[in-house]
């Protein structure tokens, strides 16, 4: 189903709704009892980011991003991210044709719309940085030549805590392009059950069929931007991350860019629930996946344990709400 553009409001948002609920079905029979780790990732997926997900090995992070590239009926590409990943290898490569005399481009994975990078952070920064053009502008510039990529265009890392061996930790230019960064966690008692009766005979992946095409995935995009947030509203995210910025606790603060992705992934957040406005409620359930991970604890923080989600958190509970004048 394809969603027309220049449609009425409410229409088109009870049709991102329909499409966005048939895309979680279809992750969620994959992934047993994580709806809200299921909605963030479609909550980043409208508001045209990228996304980080981080946890220990075996909890299903390369699962959750396979279920949702197959969910979707797009162009999708997988790079495994090893230390001698070379650059070239994410971004394509210049090669010399015998017949035409000539060099041509092969375009490499990046050039696809759904990218999932399997452990980012097994490369070489050298290697990671080669993300950050197409993560943020949408193109890729190899030997002077920028290449556009199309539409929509989502990168899914994945990795594992940076005190697992052989691991480089991510730079703040690189985490500060990702939008969100989620955790999914060990299953529930119940949900590993599930999971043993329904994965143990054959992959839950064999099962899931593309239910949206990538144009869905565009108009419904186009619909996420179309949501309202008042000037008060605005006023409160800008506040909220002017805090971290000021924190004592904190060595960096998140970046503007991060106010536009708390910005965006907060209409997206609501336009899943069918709603054209955004609320308090809606930043403050994403304040802390879309800017925890670009905030760098001092030392001090460190050694007393304190996390930038701990710090966020306690940010979030004093910040007063907006206010009607």
């Not at 590409?77 to 971004?91: A, E, H, N």
């Not at 966690?185 to 599930?194: H, M, N, R, S, V």
């Not at 809606?282 to 460190?302: I, N, S």
Request: net charge negative; aromatic share 4%; with cysteine.
């Amino acid at each position: 189903m394809v969603v027309e553009t220049g449609r009425d409001p409410a229409s088109a948002l009870d049709d991102l709704v329909a499409v966005a609920g048939r895309i979680a079905a279809a992750v969620e029979s994959v992934i047993d009892g994580k709806a809200n780790a299921v909605r963030l990732t479609l909550t980043v997926l409208l508001a045209e980011g990228h996304l980080l997900i981080e946890d220990v090995p075996g909890v299903g992070k390369t699962m959750l991003a396979k279920a949702l590239a197959r969910s979707i009926d797009c162009s999708v590409k997988r790079i495994q991210f090893t230390p001698d990943l070379l650059p070239s290898d994410v971004t394509g490569v210049s090669a010399f044709n015998q017949e035409r005399r000539e060099f041509e481009f092969k375009p490499g994975p990046v050039f696809a719309n759904i990218v999932v990078g399997d452990e980012i952070n097994r490369a070489s920064p050298k290697t990671q940085s080669a993300l950050l053009e197409s993560m943020e502008e949408g193109q890729v510039t190899v030997d002077g030549t920028t290449f556009p990529l199309e539409s929509p265009f989502m990168v899914i890392a994945t990795q594992n805590p940076v005190e697992m061996e052989g691991t480089y930790p991510l730079p703040e230019a690189q985490r500060d392009r990702f939008t969100a960064r989620i955790s999914i966690g060990y299953p529930t008692a119940a949900a590993e059950l599930e999971m043993i009766e329904t994965h143990g005979t054959a992959s839950p992946l064999d099962d899931v069929k593309p239910v949206a095409h990538a144009s869905d995935i565009r108009d419904l995009a186009a619909a996420v931007r179309g949501v309202m947030v008042s000037d008060l509203l605005k006023q409160y995210v800008i506040s909220l991350v002017n805090a971290t910025r000021s924190n004592e606790e904190l060595r960096l603060g998140a970046s503007p860019r991060a106010t536009l992705h708390l910005l965006r992934a907060s209409r997206a957040w609501a336009a899943l629930d069918g709603r054209d406005y955004v609320i308090p409620d809606d930043v403050q359930a994403l304040a802390v996946p879309v800017l925890a991970h670009r905030l760098l604890p001092t030392p001090e923080a460190l050694v007393a344990g304190q996390l930038p989600e701990q710090v966020l958190a306690g940010i979030v509970a004093r910040l007063p709400l907006p206010a009607r004048r």
